[in-house]
Every structure is written in structure tokens, then in C-alpha cells.
């Protein structure tokens, strides 16, 4: 193949040098556009058209947007078309005036092999599975969420888009541990999604599911229509990127010369519309833009709860020369709108006055300058991207609010005693959260390469500045018009926050070296990062973190095996990945404990009053630090006769993953009863100092964030795919993994039962050695094949899938607490007298049978089809179903025999793509 | 019926004129001289009586004179002239056609003439020994807009004996299980005791709060007048009782300096929150201590472990409390009828159960409640409630809540 590309690359050289003298001598009048593309659209470069008149003949290539222009008299001309890959192409055209000629040419062979539909896995020197265009027009996903079927141990699910998506890489999912989606850092067009400024917290109990604020990126709001592809690093990626622990997930965007493209889709849940183009002027420059809109709801029938998202791209690429030097300039302005809606339903809520409305508003400009030096020189060139994006995000909702009676609220927003107000029964309470996060990135880097004792060192070494700052006014409502009772927070703006400024370093030097058949490849880079502009109260104001990466990789020399080479590929690696804590989670907001000490309401005289004493506690945790992930991975790729195989083993240790810990707090305060107030009518107010009163305990819970969270991953990936069968047009992918993930707790874990004993909270809460752990692993497969037939152009596939089992294990639950803290906040040791005291006795935990008994489910299987097809010249429709047949083994747990089924059905969609 | 009307009348004329003829006979006196009592027993609501027996002792000589008659109200007795101790009872039928058992007052009834006439007031005497439950008012109420107005809940107990009883230290109590679900718990402990989420207690030391046979009191949640003007809830400002929850910083409940509070003593919610079930899946018992327990030592005797297996095979573990079945005054299962799975205490406790709410989102159960079916009244003109231990037959299925006006003891 490279032998191919090499030939090519010397008759373009060669063929520009021609085309650029012939140029110089012409004497323009007409000009003739030649468009190539291939069946599926895609531009045609390198093809080689020569046009011959009567008296005149020329010879150009065509460029990377499968363009070519002549500039020629009128005359009758025979055009001809040669592609090394490609069946030529011959015609005549009686040119009279400027005229585009749009050509498709039929591949010669390969075109079986390129029809990927698929994930394919990278062979470089760290797990990525890369996700073309193709593959996602053959998925027919409603964003960027739908596409994580694709990786090792993916499934299809059905779209949930009123809800947030988070990323999940290399493991099963459990509730509690956002770190692992928080970990996941985007990059679009070399600029990364930054999410550590989102605080946007809802005042209303709506919009818990619509929470992104420290879960990382919301993969709903990612459009695939514009992507080109897609490079999901599983495993250790290089130096340059940083601030995530789980993956990196690369999207590159098309750029240059597209027709105009439209997609519509439908299916049970959405509907979206997209239209974009791609032009490519004369002088060299691309230009790109779209729009995109996805409008999805709750369920179909459910008209009140919905979703949508629009996205606007314009983009821009042109390379300039400077001092002989190739100066490429990429320029991206993006607008991404995406709205929860929730109307309430009139059967739970008031109509025309509930509503509940959460919009997220991106604007963001990137540029990306690239000044390159050339194959030759030491180094080989220095990027420079630069990314500023402003949020714009609101949380707006009004609501009919009933109280059930008459409510008292505090009003003290300071440690002490202040008057309580009793709401009104029922008001009308508006609520706003207004985030308005800025994050600006600046990413400086060059390439150099050179040779040292036979050693090839390609180094990338760069400096990276990433600044979020939230400026919006967080929550706004009248305070004695609360959307709900219960606050243990008070509004605070988000602008009083401090921005998080990271800054970063790194060099990475990838050293290649033949000895003899044996191809090494060693990556080593170093990474180093600090916060800036963070008191010195906090620990990691002063440190510096460094994440060391290495891989290597080892080509073994290639075996013969009958007429075919054997190719062998050994790669390990070791890598150290930081993610340092957002915004919300450096600086929660403090907690409020309102306890109340009066609470006299007389209905004969009307006469009220309520008091409260409030303490307010910085949940602040100054020993905070960035989440550290250290993984490790062997990796073993074969290939022969175009059979590829590959499989992973990783390793990932992360114990520091951020954490919401329970934590117990003993309060006193003055209790004074109703029925002993004296009130006192001159003052109109109770006569508190003749009132007699009791010292009232309460033990409050609260959280706050640790890194307090393991998360250690395990498992195997591995993927084979076939060539494409020539008799039958088949290609067979089979991927799946094995995954098994324990999550726990690196600290002791307090609880307290929930009850309330003799008129009373419960006073104490236990400390548990070994607690609210999880292991859940599962082996996944999912079997693809797909027939892809040429002369209908036309796309079938079947998507065979499952587990091959799932199993779940509550980790060590013990019943009995080692210790105990009570109303002193005291530690005491619980001993067996504990266990017999009438109050204590409560702090053993029902700890059941089945909490150490690991749940084993066995195999499930779903069929997903899908197919697409040209109907016509430019137009391509396609379809799919999912979970047509289902089929889930029944199997028996704690003597209980489960039967299993799908519970939701088939579903389906369908969409049609033009190409004009 | 006529022709027994006339005949009766003609009957009691014959027997004045017997009895008058005998009035003329001076010569009588001079022996023991008997005289003709005739009674007409009246009560009120019945249709008919059963069977009526008339004891009459004469409070010198204790000679006992007793009567019987069945399927009439009018009876007569021949008595000697003295002083005499009545008692009367009976069975009579309901216009629903329900027995219920009858009684007179114990009067002293001075025999000096020959013809005595007396009207005998009959009043219901079917008694319990304590407290029942009259009315729970567990589902809520739905504004005018729509929205659910959890509070305003209560529970009506009525002294259903003859004799004046004391609340305090009533224990009130609501069931752990669902009757909507049966899940098979093990161990079974139903048939001896009472599995409890909650439990509140009434204040007092024994004798502070009094209640007069056939009077009840309302355990309201918030002793508050609910009914506002979006709101169609019961006024409970005059309740007896509350148990407001002041703890929870979600529900910050007004406490009314008038009525004093209930203290829930054992509840697997925090906040100490008694919270009924607003559709109505739990049943409730009414309990006392029995001597010599205490809530302390109940909390260190009572505490009950519990589990079930799930659907899959999930073994459920719970820690809860008992209350024994032989402290138990009274008893109520709540379900819905289409979910109906078991009964969640003890048969003898309470064979049926009664219901507010028709299907899961039933908005009609809101301001419905159970209500027990009145047998008559008593000798205080105060309502006498049917009570056969089967809640089916004892209570009338969504009632309306019968203190939207307020609270009125009569």
C-alpha cells in the first residue's frame, strides 16, 4: 500500500510542476470543473484527467476535494480519466461555454475492503478505535451517544435524550462514581470541550436528570452529522493531552469540498434535519458550514417533556506560504443550543403556570495555525490553537407551588439565631440559575525529528493553558418565594468563584528503530501539570503533577505461512492520567443547617412566629486533589490474508476519584415547645426569656467531596474482522469484552439508619470498615456481519449481540460498625455492650443473605439490523431495527428461578441522506 | 303490621280495664297487692326488636322477677307493689337489617299503683372495652388546582364503651407491610404480633385526658385549619392531639400551643415523621402498653428483623418493631380492591379491609376517607359504632372526611 501512495505522491509532485508551467502559458477564455467522486460521494483525489481539443491538450490531477479545472477555447474535447484505483473514464464535451462536469468513477478493486462499517481498531501504539464516516451513516445515530456501540463491549441502546449521556469508557457503570465519565476529555478539531466551569444546579426538584455539572461532557449534545471521523483512545494517550483519566475522544470534523448534504431521521423518540456544505474556492481555501436540529421528546406520546438541539458550524481552512514555509490556518465558529423542556403534565401539575426550561447556549471560536517546516528540517513544525468558547446556560422554571400547610423557612444566611417566615400555603415561585462559563485554551506545540544511532526520535513537546471561569449569577429566586423547601444551600453567584487555570507541559518522544526484522516503536512522554490561582489553604495550590506515558510497541518480523505474510504486532504500555477537580467540586457551595427552635402558630389568635438557629459550614475541602488513574495495558495485533485480530488486557487503578462522603455532624440548640411560648402581644412576638426551653440534640448529615472513590478496571477487549468475502460480498467483525470493574471506597464509610427512636432523629452514626462496594463484571459480544453490494450500492447488516454473562457483587458488607460517632462527634469504639444498648442495637445493619451473593445472569442476545441503500443517483435511504429478536436466559439466584425479557420492544428509525 | 297494631292496642286496653276492675278491690290491700307494669320499648334507628328481657329486682326483698318477649315492643309484667332496680335489654334490628344489642338504664322504678306505664328508652349497648378507631383520613386532599395537599390528615377515636376512658399513653401505630403486596416474609409473626413502621404514643400520665363514652378524638397531623380557600381540607385547629414534624428542613410544621403533641416513639423514617400511606396500602392498630412497659423497654424487647425474597431472588432484610396482639385495641386494614394481596395483622385483629382508593392514580380518593358505620346511639345521645372485627362489614369505603366544618363533640 505505502509503495502505492509513494508512486502517487512522485506523479503528483511531478504532474503539479507540469500543471503549473502549463498554467503560466495559458490564455484563459473557457473553463472546465471536473468533480470527481467516488459512489459513496467521497471526493477523488489524485486522478489524472487529460482533456484533448483539436489543437490543445492538457493534463491536470485532481486535488483532495476531487477537483480539477481547465482553462480552454471553445472546442470539441475528449476527456480521459485515470485513477490507479479507479476504472477509467473517457467522453467527449463540446465545450461552448464554462461548464462543471460532475464524474463518478467505479473503483477497480478495494471497495469491498474500504466499506467499513464497523469500529476499526488502530494499530498505533495505544488502544483507539477509529469510527469513519461510513460506520456512523450505517448506525444512524441521533448523536454522539449512539456511537459508543461501537467500542469493545458496546451495546445498541435506545436513545434517552431527556436525559444527560454520559461518556463510559471500559467499564460497566455504577451510580455515585462520576469520576469515570468526568474523565473522559473531547476534543473537537484539536480543541478540547472543556466542562470544569458547568455548575448549573436546578432550584427545583425538576431537572435532577438534566444535571451535567461534574459528570464531564453530555454526549447528546454532540452531532455526528459533521463528523469525518472519530478516534476513541481507550487506552494510554500521548503527553499532549491531558486532564482526563478514562479516554480521550478525538472528532475530526470534514472539512473542504462536500456536496450539499442533507439528512433527515426519524425514529420512535426524535426526529433531526441536518444540512451542510462544503465549498472549496479557487485560491485554496475551505470553507464549511451546517446546521443541525434534533428535536426529541420523553416518549411519543408524551408531548410535555422534550429535547432539542441545534448546532451551526462554520469552518474554515487555508494554507498560506510564509517564508517558504506552509502556514495552515483552521478557523471554526460554532454555535451549540441545546434545550430541556418540561411542560408540566396537567394531570401532576398546574397548566399554563408549571414550567421548566434548561438551555445550555455555546459559542465558541478555535484557531488552529499550523506553520510547517517541511519534511527535511529538524523540526517539523509548530502548531498553535487557540479555543475560546462562552456558555450561555439557563435553568428558568416557574411553579405553582402548594405547600402542604403552612411551612416556616429560615431567613438567616449567617451562623446564629434568626426569625423564621411561615410561607403562605400557596404562591407562584419563579426561579432562575444563570451560568455564563468561559473557557479559553491556548495550546502551543512544535514536532521535531531527527535520527540518532539509527534511532528515528519524533518529539512532541508543547505548553497548554486551559482557563474556565463561570460569570454567570447562579441562582435567583425571591428567597420568601422558594421553588422548594429544604434548602441546604443558600444562592450563591457563580461569578464569586474562582476561575480554574490549569496549566501543563509535556514532551513525548516516539523513537522508532529496526533491528534487523524486528520493528520497535517506544513512547515515552512526561506530562506535568498545575492549578494556578487557587488559595494556599488548598494542597494542591503547591503541586505539581506528573504523568509519566509510556508505550512500546514491537513489531516482530513477518512469518510466511502458505502464500501469505503473518504480521504480529506486541504492544504494552504504562501511563499516569490526572484529572483535577472542577469548579463545583473545589468550591461547593456551603452547607446550611437550619434547626428549629420555635415553631408557634395559634390558629384562634393567628398569632406565628418561627426561629431557627443556622450554622453554616464550608464544605470546602482544602486536602483535595486531582483524581489519578494509572493504567496499563498489552496488546497483541495479527493480520494475515487481511484477517485482523487484536486483543487488550488492561489495567486501571484509580483510587482517588472524587467522591460525595457522608459525613455526621452533632448540633445543640435551644428547643422551646408551642405549648410553653409566652407570647407576648405588645411586642408581637413571644417572650423567649420567660419561655422555658430544652436542650435539643440532632445529628446532621452532610456531604462533602473526597477523593474517596477506587475505581480499578480490568478486562479484555478484542475485535477480529474478516475481509470482505468476494462471493458473498460479507464481512465478518467480531468484537466484545470482557469487563471487570470493582468500585469502593478508599476511606471508611460512616452511616447512619434512618430512623428516629423515642421522638427523636437518630443521634448516632457507625463507621464501617469495609463498605458500598461493588464488582460488576460481564463478557459482551457483538457479531456483525455485513454484506455490502456493490452494483446495488446497497448495505445490509445484522448486528448479533449480547452478554455472554453479567455479574454483580455488593463487596464486604459487614453489619456491624467497628465504631461509632454520636451527638459529641467523638469517635467510640463498638463493642459487644454496644450491640445490647437499646439504642446502639440499631446501628447493625440488616445485612441480607444475598448482599455477598454475586448475582450471575447468563447469556442474552439481541439482533439489531440495519441497511442502507442509493435509491437514487443522490439520494441514500436507510433503516434500522433493534432488539427485533431478543432472547434472554432464564437463570437461578438464591434458589429463585428469573425469567427474563425485553421489556421495551423493537426499536426502530429510518432516514433518508441526500447528496446533491 | 296494622292488624298487629290493633291488636296490641286492644291487648292493652283489655289489660286496663283488667287492671282497673282490680283497683276496686279495696280488700286487696291487705295481701300482697300486684301491680300491672306495662312498658313500650323505644330506641332510636331500630325497625324492629329481636327479643327484649326486663329484670326487675326489688331492692328489699332481692326477689327477682324477669320477663322475656321476642318480635314486640310492648310488654307487661305483673309486679308487686314495691321498689324495684329495672334492667332491660335487647336485640334489635337496623333499617340495613344488622342486630345490635340494646340496653336501658339501670332506673329505679317506684311500683305503688296498679297500672304502671312506662316508656322505656332503649340505647345501644354494644360495647368495646377501649378506644376504636372511628374515621381515618389518610389520602389527602387535592387543591382547587389540582395539586396534592399532604397534610391534614387525622385519626378519630372513639370511646365506643360506657364508661369514661383515658387517652394517654394510647399507642397508634402503622403497619411495616403493604397490603398490596405479599412478599412472603419470613419469619410469619402476624398471628402474635403487629409488624410496625411507625409508632406514636399520646401524652399523659394516666389520667389527664378523659374522654366520655361515645366521644371521640382527633389525631390530626397538624392541628391547623386546612380548610383554605383553594383548599378543601378539614379545619383541625380543635383537634386533641398532633404530631407535627418540626426536624425536617423540607417540612417545617407549625405547632399549635393549644394541642398537645403526640410523640412518635419508634419510626423508620427520619425526622421522627409518622406518615400515612395516602393511598391507603397500610393498615393501623391502636394499642396500650400493658403495666409495667415502657417505651424504653419496648424499644430494647420489640425490635424485629425481617427479610423476603424478591421476584429475583434478592434476599430484602429489614430491622423494624413489633407490637403484640394482645396489646392491640383495635385494628384496620387499608388497601385498594384491585391490589388487594393479604391482610397485614393478625385475622383476629381484623378480617377485611376497608379502602378509599380505587385504582393507582385515583385522584376521587383525595378528601375520601374510611368511616365506621354507625349502630345507633348511646345513652348520652352519642353515636354507637358497629365493630365485629372485620373492617369490610365495620367500615364504609370512601367516605367523605367528616371534619371539613371542623371539630364538634357533642
Given at each position: 500500500m505505502t509503495r502505492i501512495y509513494q508512486i502517487i505522491q512522485v506523479l503528483l509532485v511531478t504532474l503539479t510542476i507540469l500543471f503549473s508551467s502549463n498554467t503560466i502559458a495559458q490564455s484563459p477564455s473557457l473553463q472546465l470543473k471536473f468533480v470527481l467522486v467516488d459512489s459513496n460521494n467521497k471526493s477523488i483525489n489524485d486522478a489524472t484527467i487529460q482533456v484533448t481539443g483539436t489543437k490543445d491538450s492538457q493534463l491536470k490531477v485532481s486535488d483532495e476535494k476531487g477537483i480539477v479545472t481547465f482553462d480552454l477555447k471553445a472546442d470539441n474535447y475528449t476527456v480521459e480519466v485515470f485513477h490507479i484505483g479507479y476504472i477509467g473514464q473517457q467522453r467527449k464535451i463540446n465545450l461552448l461555454e464554462s461548464q462543471s462536469v460532475s464524474m463518478t468513477l467505479v473503483p477497480t478493486t478495494n471497495i469491498l475492503e474500504e466499506m467499513v462499517i464497523t469500529a476499526t481498531e488502530s494499530k498505533g501504539l495505544t488502544s483507539t478505535s477509529v469510527i469513519n464516516r461510513q460506520a456512523m451513516e450505517h448506525l444512524q445515530?441521533?448523536?454522539?451517544?449512539?456511537?459508543?456501540?461501537?467500542?469493545?463491549g458496546g451495546q445498541a441502546k435506545d436513545p434517552v435524550l431527556t436525559g444527560v449521556n454520559p461518556a463510559l469508557i471500559r467499564e460497566t457503570g455504577k451510580g455515585g462514581y462520576d469520576t469515570s465519565s468526568l474523565g473522559v476529555q473531547f476534543m473537537v478539531d484539536g480543541n478540547i470541550i472543556n466542562?470544569?466551569?458547568?455548575m448549573q444546579v436546578s432550584?427545583?426538584?425538576?431537572?435532577g436528570k438534566v444535571k451535567t455539572s461534574s459528570i464531564g461532557?453530555?454526549?447528546?449534545?454532540?452531532?455526528?452529522?459533521?463528523?469525518?471521523s472519530v478516534e476513541v483512545v481507550r487506552g494510554i494517550p500521548g503527553?499532549?493531552?491531558?486532564?482526563?483519566?478514562s479516554g480521550l475522544i478525538k472528532i475530526n470534523r470534514k472539512i473542504g469540498y462536500t456536496p450539499l448534504q442533507a439528512r433527515f431521521k426519524v425514529d420512535g423518540f426524535s426526529k433531526l434535519y441536518y444540512v451542510g456544505k462544503g465549498i472549496d474556492t479557487k485560491t485554496g481555501w475551505k470553507l464549511n458550514s451546517s446546521i443541525d436540529f434534533l428535536d426529541a421528546k420523553?416518549?411519543?406520546?408524551?408531548?410535555?417533556e422534550n429535547y432539542k438541539r441545534i448546532s451551526a458550524s462554520l469552518r474554515s481552512e487555508k494554507t498560506f506560504m510564509i517564508g517558504g514555509y506552509d502556514l495552515n490556518w483552521k478557523a471554526n465558529v460554532d454555535y451549540n443550543g441545546t434545550i430541556d423542556n418540561d411542560k408540566f403534565d396537567p394531570d401532576t401539575g398546574v397548566q399554563n403556570i408549571d414550567n421548566f426550561k434548561s438551555s445550555k447556549q455555546n459559542f465558541s471560536l478555535g484557531n488552529n495555525l499550523k506553520l510547517d517546516f517541511g519534511?527535511?528540517?529538524?523540526?517539523k513544525n509548530v502548531t498553535l490553537n487557540t479555543y475560546l468558547s462562552q456558555g450561555i446556560e439557563d435553568i428558568k422554571g416557574t411553579v405553582f407551588v402548594q405547600q402542604s400547610g403552612r411551612n416556616a423557612i429560615p431567613?438567616?444566611?449567617?451562623t446564629g439565631i434568626s426569625e423564621g417566615v411561615f410561607l403562605p400555603a400557596s404562591y407562584i415561585s419563579e426561579y432562575k440559575t444563570e451560568g455564563r462559563p468561559l473557557n479559553i485554551n491556548a495550546k502551543l506545540q512544535t514536532e521535531l525529528s531527527f535520527s540518532a544511532f539509527d534511532i528515528k526520535h519524533n518529539i512532541e513537546a508543547g505548553v497548554e493553558f486551559r482557563y474556565s471561569k463561570n460569570n454567570g449569577n447562579g441562582e435567583m429566586y425571591d428567597p420568601l418565594k422558594p421553588?422548594?423547601?429544604?434548602?441546604?444551600r443558600r444562592p450563591r453567584p457563580f461569578n464569586e468563584v474562582p476561575a480554574s487555570q490549569l496549566l501543563s507541559t509535556y514532551i513525548g518522544d516516539r523513537m522508532e528503530y529496526d533491528l534487523g526484522n524486528h520493528h520497535l516503536q517506544l513512547y515515552a512522554g512526561l506530562r506535568l501539570s498545575k492549578m494556578l490561582?487557587?488559595?494556599?489553604?488548598?494542597?494542591?495550590?503547591d503541586r505539581v503533577f506528573a504523568e509519566p506515558r509510556v508505550n512500546f510497541q514491537w513489531g516482530l518480523p513477518q512469518i510466511k505461512l502458505g502464500q501469505d505474510y503473518l504480521k504480529t504486532d506486541i504492544t504494552v504500555g504504562y501511563g499516569e492520567l490526572y484529572k483535577q477537580p472542577t469548579l463545583s467540586l473545589l468550591y461547593p457551595q456551603d452547607r446550611y443547617f437550619d434547626m428549629l427552635q420555635v415553631s408557634y402558630f395559634d390558629p384562634q389568635t393567628n398569632n406565628s412566629y418561627a426561629q431557627f438557629y443556622t450554622y453554616r459550614m464550608s464544605?470546602?475541602?482544602?486536602n483535595l486533589i486531582g483524581a489519578k488513574n494509572s493504567k496499563r495495558e498489552v496488546r497483541v495485533d495479527f493480520e494475515y490474508k487481511r484477517h485482523k485480530f487484536f486483543v487488550t488486557y488492561f489495567d486501571e487503578k484509580m483510587n482517588t476519584g472524587f467522591r460525595d462522603m457522608t459525613q455526621f455532624m452533632g448540633f445543640e440548640y435551644q428547643r422551646y415547645e408551642s405549648k410553653d411560648v409566652v407570647w407576648n402581644n405588645e411586642l408581637g412576638r413571644p417572650d423567649l426569656d420567660n419561655t422555658p426551653s430544652s436542650q435539643k440534640k440532632i445529628m446532621s448529615q452532610y456531604s462533602h467531596t473526597e477523593n474517596g472513590s477506587n475505581t480499578f478496571k480490568e478486562g479484555i477487549e478484542f475485535g477480529y474482522s474478516s475481509p470482505?468475502?468476494?462471493?458473498?460480498n460479507t464481512r465478518f467483525t467480531l468484537n466484545g469484552a470482557w469487563f471487570k470493574t470493582t468500585y469502593s471506597n478508599s476511606a471508611p464509610i460512616l452511616h447512619r439508619p434512618g430512623v428516629s427512636v423515642n421522638g427523636q432523629d437518630y443521634m448516632y452514626a457507625g463507621i464501617y470498615a469495609d463498605d458500598n462496594g461493588y464488582r460488576k463484571s460481564s463478557l459482551v459480544y457483538n457479531l456483525i456481519v455485513d454484506t455490502y453490494l456493490p452494483s446495488l450500492d446497497m448495505n445490509i447488516s445484522a448486528s448479533l449481540q449480547g452478554d455472554i454473562f453479567r455479574r454483580d457483587l455488593n463487596l464486604?458488607?459487614?453489619?456491624?460498625?467497628?465504631a461509632y460517632i454520636g451527638i459529641d462527634n467523638v469517635v467510640h469504639p463498638y463493642t459487644d455492650e454496644s450491640a445490647k444498648d437499646p439504642m446502639l442495637?440499631?446501628?447493625?445493619?440488616?445485612?441480607?443473605?444475598?448482599?455477598?451473593m454475586e448475582e450471575r445472569k447468563p447469556f442474552t442476545f439481541n439482533a439489531n439490523f440495519k441497511i442502507s441503500k442509493r435509491i437514487y443517483k443522490s439520494v441514500k435511504a436507510s433503516m434500522f431495527v433493534n432488539r427485533l429478536f431478543t432472547h434472554y436466559q432464564s437463570y437461578t439466584y438464591n434458589g429463585v428461578k428469573v425469567n427474563r425479557k425485553d421489556a421495551n420492544g423493537p426499536y426502530f428509525g429510518m432516514e433518508i441522506n441526500f447528496n446533491i | 303490621m296494622k292488624y298487629r297494631h290493633i291488636f296490641l292496642v286492644g291487648l292493652m286496653l283489655t289489660m286496663g280495664v283488667s287492671v282497673s276492675s282490680c283497683l276496686?278491690?279495696?280488700?286487696?290491700?291487705?295481701?300482697t297487692q300486684k301491680s300491672t307494669t306495662t312498658m313500650t320499648f323505644k330506641a332510636d334507628?331500630?325497625?324492629?326488636?329481636k327479643e327484649l328481657s326486663v329484670e326487675f329486682t326489688?331492692?328489699?326483698?332481692g326477689m327477682v322477677t324477669s320477663e322475656k318477649v321476642t318480635g314486640t315492643p310492648y310488654f307487661s309484667v305483673a309486679l308487686p307493689i314495691g321498689s324495684y332496680r329495672m334492667s332491660a335489654e335487647g336485640v334489635g334490628i337496623l333499617e340495613d337489617g344488622e342486630e345490635v344489642l340494646l340496653g336501658g338504664k339501670n332506673d329505679m322504678l317506684d311500683?305503688?299503683?296498679n297500672v304502671v306505664n312506662l316508656n322505656i328508652q332503649l340505647t345501644v349497648k354494644?360495647?368495646?372495652?377501649d378506644f376504636i378507631f372511628e374515621e381515618l383520613f389518610y389520602t389527602g386532599i387535592q387543591t382547587?388546582?389540582?395539586?396534592?395537599?399532604?397534610?391534614?390528615k387525622y385519626f378519630k377515636l372513639v370511646n365506643n364503651t360506657d364508661k369514661v376512658l383515658y387517652a394517654d399513653g394510647l399507642l397508634l401505630a402503622q403497619s411495616?407491610?403493604?397490603?398490596?403486596?405479599?412478599?412472603?416474609?419470613?419469619?410469619?409473626i402476624l398471628d402474635e404480633a403487629f409488624v410496625t413502621k411507625s409508632v406514636m404514643m399520646l401524652p399523659g400520665?394516666?389520667?389527664?385526658y378523659p374522654v366520655e363514652p361515645g366521644d371521640f378524638i382527633v389525631i390530626a397531623d397538624?392541628?391547623?385549619?386546612?380548610?383554605?380557600a383553594n383548599v378543601p381540607g378539614p379545619?383541625?385547629?380543635?383537634?386533641?392531639f398532633e404530631f407535627p414534624i418540626t426536624e425536617n428542613p423540607k417540612m417545617v410544621q407549625p405547632d399549635n400551643p393549644n394541642v398537645p403533641n403526640a410523640k412518635v416513639?419508634?419510626?423508620?423514617?427520619?425526622?421522627s415523621m409518622f406518615l400515612p400511606h395516602d393511598r391507603g396500602y397500610t393498615g393501623y392498630v391502636i394499642a396500650r402498653f400493658p403495666e409495667g412497659e415502657t417505651v424504653e423497654s419496648w424499644l430494647a424487647g420489640y425490635k424485629f428483623d425481617y427479610s423476603y425474597l424478591t421476584g429475583t431472588g434478592k434476599e430484602n432484610k429489614f430491622s423494624r418493631y413489633t407490637i403484640p396482639?394482645?396489646?392491640?385495641?383495635d385494628g384496620v386494614n387499608n388497601s385498594m380492591p384491585d391490589k388487594f394481596a393479604r391482610l397485614v395483622m393478625g385475622e383476629a385483629l381484623d378480617s377485611g379491609f376497608s379502602y378509599?382508593?380505587?385504582?393507582?392514580?385515583?385522584?376521587?380518593?383525595?378528601g375520601k376517607s374510611i368511616r365506621r358505620k354507625e349502630l345507633g346511639k348511646n345513652e348520652q345521645g352519642r353515636p354507637v359504632f358497629k365493630d365485629t372485627n372485620n373492617s369490610s362489614a365495620d367500615f364504609i369505603p370512601r367516605?367523605?372526611?367528616?371534619l371539613l366544618e371542623g371539630i364538634n363533640h357533642k
Open positions: 445515530p441521533s448523536s454522539f451517544a449512539d456511537l459508543m456501540e461501537l467500542l469493545p466542562s470544569n466551569a458547568d432550584s427545583s426538584s425538576t431537572g461532557v453530555d454526549m447528546r449534545g454532540i452531532s455526528t452529522n459533521d463528523i469525518e503527553a499532549s493531552y491531558g486532564d482526563l483519566t420523553n416518549e411519543p406520546r408524551d408531548i410535555y519534511k527535511e528540517s529538524l523540526f431567613t438567616g444566611n449567617e421553588p422548594t423547601l429544604g434548602f441546604t490561582g487557587i488559595d494556599k489553604e488548598f494542597s494542591i495550590s464544605l470546602e475541602n482544602y470482505r468475502f468476494e462471493s458473498i464486604n458488607r459487614v453489619a456491624e460498625p467497628f442495637q440499631h446501628l447493625i445493619r440488616p445485612v441480607s443473605k444475598t448482599d455477598g | 276496686t278491690d279495696d280488700n286487696a290491700m291487705s295481701y334507628g331500630i325497625k324492629e326488636f326489688e331492692v328489699n326483698t311500683v305503688t299503683d354494644q360495647f368495646n372495652e382547587l388546582e389540582g395539586k396534592a395537599y399532604q397534610v391534614g411495616e407491610y403493604l397490603t398490596t403486596q405479599d412478599n412472603k416474609e419470613t419469619p410469619y400520665s394516666g389520667n389527664d397538624n392541628a391547623q385549619n386546612h380548610n383554605l379545619d383541625l385547629t380543635k383537634a386533641n416513639i419508634y419510626t423508620s423514617l427520619t425526622y396482639n394482645k396489646w392491640i385495641l378509599c382508593t380505587l385504582s393507582e392514580g385515583d385522584k376521587e380518593r383525595y367516605s367523605r372526611m367528616s
